[in-house]
């Protein structure tokens, strides 16, 4: 899901708790409103006597393995024009102590994932934000060449990459990265600035945001870029219709067998005749993620000790697993992943029955550039009720506004989220607390491999 987390809070909203196999909780003095997760050098809290504005927010990174190889971590727009006139004030100062907090979890939590933070070279004046700054970090200043020389290699000494935003190439600056801005009209000027900057600078890496669609951010990838952020999940051509591959067709099938709530046994058997199914489920069975103390040997014992639900889920990801493979599937397939497991969240908080439909829900809406053939052609292959179906066809029905959160994160999250998460029955923090854990769950899939 390319959704943006939230990692701050307004003053009046409680703290969500925070997720045990993310991070440990802040240590913070109890009358300053810190960021969930996130820790604030306790000189900027003594000096600044204004709270934290608004909510952060962060979106996904594709590398060119078509992974999430990073997050772009951002203030809200109105927040970020606020702290712009207040130079380096304490509160300009506390805003950005928690960005680069966040860094750090990213770079502790998720292995070899890099943050791109955006920074003004007037706050790295201030030792401590030098000294926040953690490997991994990439850090966009407006202003380079006002950067004293003895603090930019103090940066790099730390792992931190420096980089400039769009514009006339300078080898005077000798940044690490450069980042471009994409628009609506295409990547040929994004492609054009990076051809100017590589001809300057042959070893500069090339970031660019603001993609508007799949095909540009994957054309960006082949054009050598090494990070990509947009609207992944948007696609500007319509697949054809075609058979679904054979791998997938016997998983839908197997899925329809649990929605027709077909006895096991017989469930058993169609992962049997599929040799491939059958190893990675006994693969799963037996992974550190189910904790079970005696080895799975047969498919017959591995079905009955997931349960239908797991079970649901697990081929859910092994539907993800054999789509045809594109230039940034591995991001589209993990982003599909957190969609899901988001709905599920909710599912599970409003004590709904069968969460794990909820999590084919969120899967399926991006299923279409995953498979590459029509959304209707994938859904007409499940027998899915008439919830999910008009949610994912039409955008009708009880289900559909739970797409329509997806679709507002995706878009920036703000108010429009806000209401959404309120009308579903959410409190303050709670959607940012799925999110997280959402992200932190596709991670370990990730690293587990397809078949987990």
């Known amino acids: 899901m390319w959704s943006w987390l939230k990692f701050g809070r307004t003053p009046d909203a409680p703290a969500a708790p925070a997720p045990a196999i993310r991070r440990a909780p802040p240590a913070a003095a109890p009358e300053q409103p810190l960021p969930r997760g996130h820790f604030v050098a306790p000189e900027v809290m003594t000096q600044s006597a204004e709270p934290l504005e608004g909510l952060g927010h962060r979106r996904p990174l594709v590398g060119r393995s078509g992974q999430v190889a990073g997050f772009e971590l951002l203030l809200p727009p109105a927040v970020e024009t606020r702290l ?29 994932r890099s943050a791109l933070v955006r920074m003004p070279a007037l706050l790295l004046k201030r030792p401590q934000l030098v000294e926040a700054a953690s490997p991994q ?24 990459r420096l980089g400039v935003p769009d514009g006339p190439p300078d080898a005077r600056l000798k940044p690490d990265f450069v980042m471009l801005q994409g628009s609506a009209g295409g990547i040929d000027m994004l492609l054009l600035s990076a051809q100017r900057w590589r001809q300057l600078l042959p070893q500069v890496t090339l970031v660019a945001v603001g993609l508007q669609n799949l095909q540009d951010l994957e054309g960006a990838l082949r054009g050598g ?5 947009g609207e992944i999940g948007q696609s500007c051509e319509r697949p054809a219709s ?12 197997l899925l329809n067998h649990l929605a027709l709530d077909r006895d096991t046994a017989a469930i058993a058997d169609e992962v049997r005749s599929d040799a491939t199914l059958t190893y990675r489920l006994l693969r799963y069975a037996n992974s550190p993620a189910m904790g079970l103390r005696r ?9 009955q000790l997931l349960g239908r639900a797991e079970l649901q889920r697990w081929l859910s990801v092994q539907l ?3 789509a045809q493979k594109r230039p940034a599937a591995r991001a589209l397939e993990e982003g599909a992943l957190v969609r899901g497991r ?3 969240a909710i599912a599970r908080k409003r004590n709904e029955a069968n969460p794990g439909a909820h999590f084919t829900l969120g899967m399926l809406s991006l299923i279409e550039p995953l498979l590459q053939l029509p959304l209707a052609d994938a859904v007409g292959q499940l027998r899915l009720g008439e919830e999910a ?12 506004a739970r797409l329509a959160l997806l679709d507002a994160l995706d878009q920036g999250g703000g108010e429009r989220a806000d209401a959404l998460a309120t009308e579903l029955g959410l409190q303050a923090g709670e959607l940012a607390a799925m999110v997280d854990d959402a992200w932190g769950w596709s991670a370990q899939v990730r690293e587990e491999g397809p078949a987990a």
């Not at 290699?153 to 792992?159: F, K, N």
């Not at 870029?225 to 952020?229: I, K, M």
């Open 342 to 344: 988001v709905l599920e």
């Open 389 to 400: 179906t008009a949610a994912l066809l039409r955008r009708e029905g009880p289900w559909a």
């Open 84 to 112: 712009a006139a207040r130079g380096d004030s304490p509160s300009v100062v506390l805003h950005y102590s928690a960005l680069l907090s966040a860094a750090v979890a990213i770079s502790t939590t998720a292995a070899g």
């Open 242 to 253: 075609k058979p679904l591959g054979a791998a997938a067709h016997r998983i839908c099938g």
């Open 137 to 160: 970090t990439l850090l966009l200043i407006d202003d380079l060449a006002a950067v004293p020389p003895e603090t930019a290699r103090a940066l790099r000494a730390r792992g931190v």
């Open 295 to 303: 080895s799975v040997e047969a498919v017959d014992d591995a079905v």
């Open 320 to 322: 993800l697993a054999g």
């Open 225 to 229: 870029f090494t990070l990509v952020g």
